[in-house]
């Protein structure tokens, strides 16, 4: 089982990386019931942000990820917690016992041939799957700017990090899941712009490069930024989408 990318950043997502709203969660709650004593898988946990916040809603959570260094900074924060180094295409469990699978901001990692199969494997008759998908939505000219700079300088980076839509109708090829709903949350991050820099530095396509290319991206984007934002304190219309399918009861 190879390693995480991100384990190169785990600091760095585990120290900038934004959880996600209550709005999301009530929205998961109103599709799927109370998570309340419920076994979630959630997949590609990295740190654990999405793990803590279900847990704190009462859902017995078993935080997956291929990385070592970001699940021991998830058990760091919540020592009690259940991480398992596993790859979400191989759920180590056994065949229908989880209620809810989640995917916070990794279901595009997955293997989208075989993993829809693998979820109806894991997933009791009548489970969820679930995913959703942070998005920074702010429709001003530094954004479009901004994004120009990471098109240019990241070779992974691509228009599909704009319209993250992309990747969820495939879990429902097979038939195995049915669609079940979708949902978008809107709401405003706040943050230093040394925050969200230090956010960059988690981002895939920005680990990938080699570290002078990096510090000279890095620095062209806090650039742009302190242009909108002279007082360093930001203020970010985002989007948190949601997706929805259910194994047949």
């Known amino acids: 089982m190879s390693g995480s990318l991100f384990d190169a950043a785990a600091a760095e997502y585990d120290a900038a990386r934004p959880s996600y709203p209550d709005a999301l969660y009530a929205e998961l709650e109103a599709a799927v019931g109370p998570l309340a004593g419920r076994l979630v898988l959630d997949c590609g946990a990295g740190t654990g942000i999405a793990s803590r916040q279900l847990a704190a809603r009462g859902a017995r959570v078993i935080s997956l990820d291929l990385g070592e260094q970001m699940l021991r900074r998830a058990l760091a924060r919540s020592p009690r917690s259940t991480c398992v180094l596993a790859d979400g295409n191989r759920l180590p469990v056994r065949p229908g016992r989880a209620d809810v699978v989640t995917f916070a901001q990794s279901w595009h990692w997955l293997d989208h041939e075989h993993a829809p199969a693998e979820m109806a494997r894991a997933l009791r008759p009548g489970g969820w799957w679930a995913a959703w998908w942070n998005q920074a939505t702010p429709g001003e000219p530094w954004w479009d700017t901004y994004q120009s700079a990471l098109a240019a300088s990241c070779p992974s980076y691509f228009e599909q990090h704009l319209s993250p839509d992309w990747s969820h109708g495939s879990i429902t090829a097979g038939g195995l899941l049915t669609h079940a709903g979708s949902a978008a949350i809107r709401w405003t991050r706040q943050i230093a712009i040394d925050d969200w820099i230090t956010d960059d530095r988690s981002k895939s396509y920005v680990i990938e490069l080699a570290p002078a290319a990096r510090e000279n991206l890095l620095a062209r984007l806090a650039a742009i930024i302190?242009?909108?934002?002279?007082?360093?304190?930001?203020?970010?219309?985002?989007?948190?989408?949601?997706?929805?399918?259910r194994k047949p009861a």
């Open 226 to 245: 302190s242009q909108r934002f002279p007082d360093a304190q930001m203020q970010v219309p985002y989007t948190t989408r949601l997706w929805l399918a």
